[in-house]
């Protein structure tokens, strides 16, 4: 027996362990299942390559006949919207005429990451260690105990504390406890959660560099705290300039490797932000991004190392390994770890799977082994980036240290839009030095017209014609 029309307007049919969701309107069975299946396909419902039930399954389900269905899938094939191949069944088209959602606007297309984009924040993810990694999930999940598997500790596993906090002071200087260690979703989550730690303690103010992501800057905002901009040079912060903001609780730095300036801070500014965050009771935010990646000589360690107690340190899996990972820490003080366990929540957010390989993922050395390749490749091509710089555009030279995933290369005065422009026409992704700018820094000095280029972000094979197409755009003498 047919089912009546109210009972047609949306059915969900099961076949072969698949559910399908179909809208089917009006009193016409073919043309009503017809519109349902294309707009399915049209909204991204089905996406392409999608295989749809056999019509005589499809047909059992919604209680109609084999022919109305058969009639259905050959009008859409017609039409372009799904494909008919024997053996293979029916599928959504790999193309389809347009995707369009209901209103008539085009449904948003995913970004595409381009094969010549040099822009910072992005990395060659075939670099991912696959091997290693896969043989560290094997050993965890074969020593993983029952616990494992229910809601964790909120702080994050107990394995993956301990070896970081070993890891961290034999490579970073930090001197961590694994009782102060917190794992998060990356420094973003990381920030989110001091920066509510922080507003629940009453602060209201965070001074960050004056150069730098505006993410962070947003992300502190939403959080309720404001930020206030401290100059940059050439030995990293002007941390001078914090006796001018009386209200900062904290401030945010880059010390092992300021992004996006590209230099370090110096030692007589370490000792003097210390001194400031002892006498003030403010914490230091050390963001220590990219603190492996130094090229001429071993890295700098971690300013935590001065004073535990008024800095928290934040690492990230992000930039060493890959940030699909979404595994990060903080080693917080004694002093802010309640407020900083209040922020966080009562559940882990970490995957708790992850943590377990990641653990075994240092302890087993594969990490150092992986960090020590990225470098070796890494300083060879900065090496390589600023030969061809050299050679095809004398006017420009790199600036920063030998360190990091991006380098910053200083134009001719007034430049700095009109190379922009033009790498934007021959599809060519990179970053201005002044779209790093904090908004309310516009009167202090300011940096020279430069590129950020990230030379990690793209493949072996597209290397040489990325670099090639970034001498093209660069000014010639």
């Not at 602060?203 to 800057?217: F, H, K, M, P, Q």
């Not at 935010?285 to 300013?303: I, K």
Request: some cysteine; glycine content about 10%; charged content about 25%.
């Amino acid at each position: 027996m047919r089912r009546s029309q109210a009972t047609r307007r949306a059915d969900t049919v099961t076949v072969t362990g698949i559910d399908l969701h179909l809208d089917l309107h009006g009193p016409r069975l073919r043309a009503g299942l017809t519109d349902a299946l294309r707009d399915a396909v049209r909204t991204g419902r089905l996406a392409p390559g999608t295989r749809l039930p056999a019509s005589r399954v499809l047909a059992a389900d919604l209680g109609i006949a084999r022919s109305t269905v058969t009639e259905c899938y050959t009008a859409l094939v017609e039409e372009g919207w799904l494909a008919a191949r024997p053996g293979s069944g029916t599928r959504v088209a790999t193309r389809v005429p347009s995707r369009r959602g209901p209103s008539g606007a085009s449904a948003p297309t995913p970004r595409r990451r381009s094969s010549r984009g040099l822009e910072p924040g992005a990395e060659d993810y075939a670099e991912f260690p696959r091997a290693p990694w896969l043989a560290a999930a094997r050993r965890a999940f074969a020593n993983a105990p029952h616990s494992t598997y229910g809601y964790g500790d909120p702080l994050g596993r107990m394995e993956l504390r301990e070896a970081l906090a070993e890891y961290l002071a034999r490579a970073r200087g930090v001197h961590a406890d694994a009782a102060r260690i917190v794992i998060t979703s990356g420094f973003h989550h990381g920030l989110g959660v001091l920066a509510r730690a922080l507003a629940a303690e009453g602060g209201e103010t965070v001074a960050v560099e004056s150069y730098g992501l505006d993410i962070y800057r947003e992300l502190l905002r939403d959080e309720g705290v404001g930020t206030r901009p401290v100059d940059v040079d050439e030995c990293g912060a002007r941390v001078d300039q914090l006796v001018d903001i009386a209200d900062a609780a904290a401030v945010l730095l880059t010390p092992a490797h300021q992004f996006p300036t590209g230099y370090a801070l110096s030692t007589e500014r370490r000792t003097a932000v210390v001194d400031w965050a002892r006498r003030t009771g403010a914490v230091i935010l050390e963001d220590d991004y990219d603190g492996e990646f130094r090229y001429d000589r071993v890295p700098v360690g971690a300013l935590q190392g001065l004073d535990p107690d008024h800095v928290v340190y934040f690492g990230t899996a992000s930039k060493s390994v890959a940030p699909a990972l979404r595994l990060g820490w903080a080693v917080v003080p004694d002093s802010l770890l309640p407020a900083v366990a209040q922020a966080k929540g009562r559940v882990d957010t970490v995957s708790a799977l992850d943590q377990l390989v990641f653990a075994e993922f240092l302890e087993s050395g594969a990490f150092d082994r992986h960090v020590r390749s990225r470098r070796r490749r890494l300083r060879h091509r900065r090496e390589v980036l600023i030969e061809r710089i050299a050679d095809a555009a004398p006017a420009v030279h790199v600036i920063g240290m030998a360190a990091g995933l991006q380098a910053v290369l200083a134009l001719p005065v007034g430049s700095e839009e009109r190379v922009l422009r033009v790498a934007g026409r021959q599809g060519l992704v990179v970053s201005g030095l002044a779209e790093f700018r904090h908004p309310a820094a516009d009167g202090h000095p300011s940096w020279p017209d430069a590129l950020v280029v990230n030379f990690s972000n793209v493949s072996e094979s597209a290397w040489p014609g990325a670099l090639q197409a970034l001498c093209r755009i660069l000014p010639s003498p």
